[in-house]
Every structure is written in C-alpha cells, then in structure tokens.
C-alpha cells in the first residue's frame, strides 16, 4: 500500500483553487459526498479505551480544550508513553485528531487530541482567528499537561500533526526539547501556502493584494463593522466544482466528518477571519527544521495529495532522522478518517521505537 519515494506535487492552494486549479485533471471528476471507502470513520469509538474530557492552561493562561483517552486495563502503577494530536487547520479535535487519538491508544498509548485556540472548544476570541505562534504553544501547553499526569512519562511524549496542525508542531518541536518524536500526516506548511500558494503560483503582486485587502479589513473591523471569514471548504458543489473542492466538501459539509462545536455555526467551519489570515505570511516553520535533529521527524503524505510538496520541502531540509512515508493512491483528505489507507502501524512502530 506504501512507497517510500516520493511524488511531485499536483495542486494549489485550497483558498484559490476555483481560480487557480481550473482544468487540473490529476483527480477523479466523480468524487461525490460523503464517500466513505476504505472504512472512511472519522467518528469511531472504542470500548479499549476510556475518554476523558480535560482542559488546561497555556503559558498565555487561556483555557485549552481536549479529550484524553486512556488504553483500559492500563497498569496504573507504571508511566507510559503519550502522544499529542492536532486536528487540521479551520477543524475541531473531533475531526480527525480523534480518531488517531482513539486508534493510538488502541496500540498502548496515552493520547490527548487538542483544540487549536480560537477554534472548538479552546479559549480564545475573536471566533477563528489565526495565531501561528499561539497554535505552536498550544502542543507545549499539552505537554505541560501530559507531564503531570500520574501516568504519562514526561520524557517519552511525542506528537501528531495532521494537516496544518503538522506546520505548528513542527514550530512547537523547534524550541521544545520535551517532544521527543514527531510525526506529521497530509501536512500543509500553511505558511508557504498563503505566501506563496502551492507550486509557487502566487506572485508578489497577488500576495501584496492579498494583504491590502486585509489591512482594510481591519480598519473596517475597528470602527465596528462585520467580520469577514476567508479560504475553507466550500459549502455548495456545482457541476463545475474542481475535483479538490469535492475532496473537502465530502469531509467537511457531509455526515461523513462534518461536525459544529456547541455554540459555534456550521457556515464558519474552516474558515478564519480574513484580517488575521495574513498571519501566515511571516510563519517560517521549515526554518531551522534541522535542529529539531537527534529527534527523529516523521512526513506521511498521500501519493495524490495536493499537499504533498509541504512534506517533500520538509523532509528535503530536516536533518537525520527522518523518514518521508508516501501512502499508495491516498489523497490529502482521505488520510483524515479512511482507517484502510492511514498507516496506523507504521505510526505505532515509529513511537514504539522513539519513546522506549
């Protein structure tokens, strides 16, 4: 099912992929809503383990939600091994971050999947906002917590990223020594991604007006006028929707994956406001990427993906050990929930062997 080897890139950014990708024929034009194949179960439960809802404090004292799932018949006089889980950019730990949650405690490990601040359950306002640097911190403040608990041996924690939660670890596992092995899925550097949108395809000029709208934006914000949301996953498919848009709508916008926090709305799923989006533009997080090393890195992409050059890049620049896994005919969303092609076993013999 997997290549070592890896594959060029195929896509644009998702935020201009009406414009950008029109005519791209890589990908299947019949993809329809909610295609659940290859066992697509975003929402699994296991009676192996037991689930706790938690939150804890960042160091910028805000209020970070999780969910910490426990391996049943867990020897409670012992410390093992944890692992910290990031949902994709503009989702919720019930999206995805979940079930790797779920599976890897399965396999012995105490998990804890997170919600990004600003987004689900974490603290955080305005609703959606970007904060790169607060996004990092929020995996160090899941290690603050994971350090404290009677189980957990805090110097044998690793991480998750999946999606853009794979660029923020990465910034987190920089300056974060307690994380002792990361592992990122269908990564987006969501920084290279706003400058430059995938394959290069942004020029100067098109990013300098990206930025003036949303400077504007604020002005407009500040005298008290309505938020503006940008990028995320279409909410409405046409005969003329680009095969990556169906790729998300079947996740987000359909009951295969779609789900709203308790007070939040379905419209804004996704989709951060668009003033603080330029955020992105000064997020660097493949810069220094080597001195990550001796920890070892982890990159699984999907041979399809249009992800798949953020993984390429970061396997290119991180220093030994490292390892670019490249996952046979998967795409960027179906290594979200589809529990046939996420290479679950490779995970747990990574983590087995890095936080012995």
Request: proline content about 5%.
């Amino acid at each position: 099912m997997y290549k070592a080897t890896a594959f060029a890139a195929t896509a644009r950014l998702l935020s201009a992929v009406t414009a950008i990708l029109a005519g791209f024929s890589m990908f299947s034009s019949d993809l329809r809503g909610q295609d659940m194949n290859n066992q697509a179960d975003n929402f699994y439960k296991s009676d192996k383990v037991a689930v706790e809802k938690v939150t804890f404090k960042n160091q910028y004292r805000m209020s970070i939600a999780g969910n910490l799932f426990v391996p049943k018949g867990l020897n409670r006089d012992a410390k093992h091994p944890a692992i910290v889980v990031g949902h994709p950019m503009g989702a919720v730990k019930e999206q995805s971050a979940n079930l790797y949650a779920t599976k890897m405690a399965e396999r012995g490990f105490v998990t804890l999947s997170i919600d990004l601040p600003f987004w689900g359950e974490s603290e955080g306002e305005p609703r959606n906002l970007v904060s790169p640097d607060l996004y990092a911190e929020s995996f160090s403040a899941a290690v603050d917590f994971l350090g404290s608990q009677p189980l957990v041996d805090k110097g044998r924690i690793g991480a998750i990223g999946i999606c853009g939660s794979g660029s923020f670890v990465i910034s987190a596992a920089k300056i974060d020594p307690r994380l002792k092995a990361i592992a990122t899925v269908s990564m987006y550097d969501m920084g290279a991604a706003n400058r430059h949108s995938l394959r290069k395809s942004q020029t100067v000029e098109q990013r300098k007006q990206v930025i003036a709208e949303a400077a504007s934006q604020r002005d407009v914000e500040y005298a008290g006028g309505a938020t503006r949301y940008t990028s995320g996953s279409v909410h409405e498919l046409s005969a003329s929707s680009h095969p990556i848009e169906r790729e998300f709508y079947d996740f987000y916008r359909t009951p295969r994956g779609e789900f709203t926090p308790k007070g939040s709305s379905p419209v804004l799923t996704t989709h951060p406001t668009l003033s603080s989006n330029v955020k992105f533009m000064n997020f660097y997080p493949f810069n220094d990427i080597e001195t990550i090393s001796p920890r070892p890195l982890l990159f699984i992409a999907g041979e399809k993906a249009h992800s798949i050059e953020f993984s390429e890049d970061a396997y290119r620049l991180a220093a030994e050990p490292k390892e670019l896994l490249i996952v046979s005919d998967a795409g960027h969303v179906d290594l979200y929930d589809r529990v046939n092609v996420i290479p679950f076993d490779k995970l747990t013999s990574f983590f087995t062997e890095h936080l012995k």
